[in-house]
């Protein structure tokens, strides 16, 4: 099963370009674009799919965690459930996932959550 199946109606390549430059494609059907042309979410998710596949096939040693920060800022609410299933299928890959964000929507993501706040110039952590 690839990552992005049940996820979004587009797979994402890596190719290599006459110049020796690293081109991430969006494709769809017949039509093929440059990721970073696509929306905010197709940026996105294509984004956080290249991470957890480049992790993982890297001959660097596999860290059990990933952090993701700030990377929903371009997401639509309306996209609450791909991004679910998403971050249900990466947790095959990483016992703790990290995603950092200010978006309440997205606190349904999470398994836990460690709420932040800043007293007198003090952050103090506590679990939720």
Do not use: W
């Amino acid at each position: 099963e690839q990552l992005l199946d049940g996820i979004c109606d587009f797979n994402i390549e890596l190719c290599i370009t006459d110049k020796n430059e690293i081109e991430f494609l969006l494709i769809r059907g017949d039509v093929i674009k440059n990721l970073a042309t696509g929306s905010g979410f197709e940026r996105t998710i294509g984004s956080l799919a290249l991470r957890t596949i480049l992790g993982r096939v890297s001959t660097l040693p596999k860290p059990n965690i990933i952090v993701f920060d700030e990377v929903l800022g371009k997401v639509s609410d309306d996209n609450l459930p791909a991004l679910k299933t998403f971050f249900d299928k990466i947790r095959a890959y990483f016992d703790i996932i990290l995603l950092i964000t200010h978006r309440e929507h997205f606190k349904e993501l999470a398994n836990q959550q460690i709420m932040i706040n800043k007293e007198n110039n003090i952050s103090k952590f506590r679990l939720i």
